[in-house]
Every structure is written in C-alpha cells, then in structure tokens.
Nanobody, 124 residues
Framework: QVQLVESGGGLVQAGESLRLSCTNSGRFFNAYQLAWFRQSPGKEREFVAAISRGGGSTEYADSAKGRFAISRDNAKNTMYLQMNSLKSEDTALYYC?????????????????WGQGTQVTVSS
C-alpha cells in the first residue's frame, strides 16, 4: 500500500524559495506517476505539477511554469517540488498524490493515494 508523506513547507517571504518533498514508505515506488496539488481556503483543489513513473515526462499548471520544477528520485522513494520566486498566491496546503495510470494525468480524480499535506505560506 502507498503511504505518502509531505514535508518542507513553511513560512517564507515573496520572492524566496522552498523545496517540498514527498516520500513513500511502500514498495514499488516507480510503479506510480506522482503529482502535486494545492488547496487554499475558499478555492478548489488545483493541479500544480505531475511527473511520470520514470521521471521522463512532466506537466505543469500555467501558474507553475517557469517557477516550479518537479523531480523524483526513485532510489530514494522521494519526489520533490522546487518552488522559486514564490508569490503570495502560492499560499496553500500542498498535497502529494500517486496514480496507477501509465499515461500522465492532471486530473485529481485519477489520483488514488494522497498525503496529509504540507502548508506553504508566502508573505508579501
């Protein structure tokens, strides 16, 4: 069974950077495509970035392109989200998610496993 745990969130000022991590304690980590979603008060949970099982393909939300970078190290059972040039609108609870689908997807309905979330707060 997949057990996802996020870490790395915190309080930063606008323009600064954070790197989020997502670890899986289960087996067969490379059998899952992974993604980051976020949700802030009053808004729906939204897609941020996704990465294929081997890490060869990525997808980003328009809001993340050019600022965020998703990566994974399957040997360490860890996925990362490097967030640069953070803005106040990036403030949200960030979730790690895993899907058994082979084709990369940005749809939250296709992600079966979820972490508990890590809070990112960006002050201006």
């Amino acid at each position: 069974q997949v057990q996802l745990v996020e870490s790395g969130g915190g309080l930063v000022q606008a323009g600064e950077s954070l790197r989020l991590s997502c670890t899986n304690s289960g087996r067969f980590f490379n059998a899952y495509q992974l993604a980051w979603f976020r949700q802030s008060p009053g808004k729906e949970r939204e897609f941020v970035a996704a990465i294929s099982r081997g890490g060869g393909s990525t997808e980003y939300a328009d809001s993340a392109k050019g600022r965020f970078a998703i990566s994974r190290d399957n040997a360490k059972n860890t996925m990362y989200l490097q967030m640069n040039s953070l803005k106040s609108e990036d403030t949200a609870l960030y979730y790690c998610a895993a899907s058994t689908l082979i084709v990369l997807t940005t749809s939250r309905e296709r992600y079966k496993y979820w972490g508990q979330g890590t809070q990112v707060t960006v002050s201006s």
